[in-house]
């Protein structure tokens, strides 16, 4: 691999050579990502990540640093690092945090399972961080098992709504511009203040745009840069597009992002995003009974009014259940017909709990009770059905919600539509708000 600058030492040396490099280079790094170079025998070049994650959240208003901040009880960090080591052809995530939080960074990268991920010290400003993170990627560190990509990804530790769609935009651009970043539509309009504190101009908002995260770099545009940079630019910089352009000539091609892409910096950034991270894991439900499809069956009634409150409703005797958890479904309906006891609901609980599927989210089971109140004494279904408590705080060391309904069952027809129609407005909100407060509770449809 060969050292870096190539021969000069100076900036206006080091950006010309950049020049150079991007013509021949750039054109076979384009070629590689399209496959075109594959048939050549060239390997795919190597793409790293950068996340810059030793801020102290100020505008957070909290003492826990945002990025450790819980989102359904687990930190926002790991959602980020989530998103990006589900990224195959990300091989190494370089993660920059303070010496204080090296010990808790390392908790989460434990208890999350977290994969390929590297730390290092973050600095006391952005910038810095964002250069020891480089730095640790650099091929001239010692005792580091990290090798020099040829494309860095950097992206904020606490912008968890990054997709695979948008990190290979930015590589890709990255790879023929050499530098690259995320942009989105401007909300309000960027005015600049006089010094008497007056409006002095305004930006025509349409034509601005807010830079935002992931971007992407060709490692040794933006190592240069930072190697270059001022302490000014150190201490003062929010922008590393800048940087590239400034130290070495490099015009970063902007890639029009998603809405999901923005930044939690304040409190009510980390509701919006637990709401979207429900939003998202309540999409998929499950229904579990112990009929085939085609039966006759209250459960099946109560299926079908689930499909007008939930988007993706699947129906299983239990057979594929197993596929079902390793599909990723995180909320489960457990119906029990004619029957106050919970030996099916703790079979499912048992599949669960050895699955670890409630790792990364909080797994919900609602166990349906079709009940006749009046066939056997209450008293006795009311003591079993109370188990449910015990139940409920045992799983919930696991992640795992578990919620009792209860349906007045067999009744005429008209009340039992009406039952079922509740029941399943019930779910869906069990499903969608995930309260821990209400587990173990029997709810009545
Ligand atoms: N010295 C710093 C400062 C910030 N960051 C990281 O840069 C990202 C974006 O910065 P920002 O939103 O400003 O985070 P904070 O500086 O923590 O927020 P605040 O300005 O409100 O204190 C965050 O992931 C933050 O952890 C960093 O790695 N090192
Ligand atoms: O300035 P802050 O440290 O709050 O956040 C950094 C942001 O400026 C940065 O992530 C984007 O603007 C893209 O550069």
Known sequence: MESWPPGGSGPAEAGRRLRDLRGADLAA???????????????????????????????????TPKQFCPILERPLISYTLQA?????????????VTGENMEAMKCIIQRYQHKGISLVESGVTR?????????????????????????????????PFVEEDVLLKVVTAAKEHGAAGAIRPLVSTVISPSVDGC???????????????????????IYEAYQQCSDYD????????????????????????????????????????????KERISQQICVVMDTKEDEEHVGHRLEEMLKNELNHVKVTSGRDLQQIILEQCYNFVRVNVMTSDFEETQKLLNMLEESNLS??????????????????PFGQKMENLMQIREFAKQVKKRNILLYGLLVYYPQDEQKLQESLRHGATIIAALIKERNSGLIGQLLVA
């Not at 990509?149 to 904020?156: A, G, K």
């Not at 409006?199 to 770099?217: I, K, N, T, V």
């Not at 790792?359 to 056997?376: A, C, G, K, M, R």
């Open 127 to 159: 910038h810095r961080s964002i250069f020891n993170g480089l730095k640790a990627l650099a091929e001239d560190q010692p005792n580091c098992r990290l090798s020099k990509p040829e494309v860095v990804i950097i992206h904020d530790a606490v912008r």
């Open 359 to 376: 790792i990364l989210y909080p797994v919900v089971v609602i166990s349906v009770q079709f009940l006749d109140y009046e066939s056997v």
């Open 29 to 63: 790094s384009a070629s590689l990502l399209s496959g075109a170079g594959a048939e050549a025998g060239c390997s795919a070049p190597a793409v790293a990540a950068v996340l810059p994650a030793g801020g102290s959240g100020e505008r957070m208003g909290v003492p």
């Open 84 to 96: 990006l080591e589900r990224v195959s052809w990300i091989k190494d995530i370089v993660v920059a």
């Open 199 to 221: 409006l002095d101009h305004s930006l025509e908002r349409a034509r601005h745009r807010a830079s935002e995260m992931p971007q992407a770099f060709l490692f040794d545009v």
């Open 234 to 277: 150190l201490e003062f910089g929010t922008e590393c597009l800048h940087l590239a352009l400034k130290y070495c000539h490099i015009k970063a091609k902007l890639i029009e992002g998603s809405p999901d892409l923005w930044k939690v910096t304040y409190k009510r950034d980390l509701y919006a995003a637990e709401s979207i991270i």
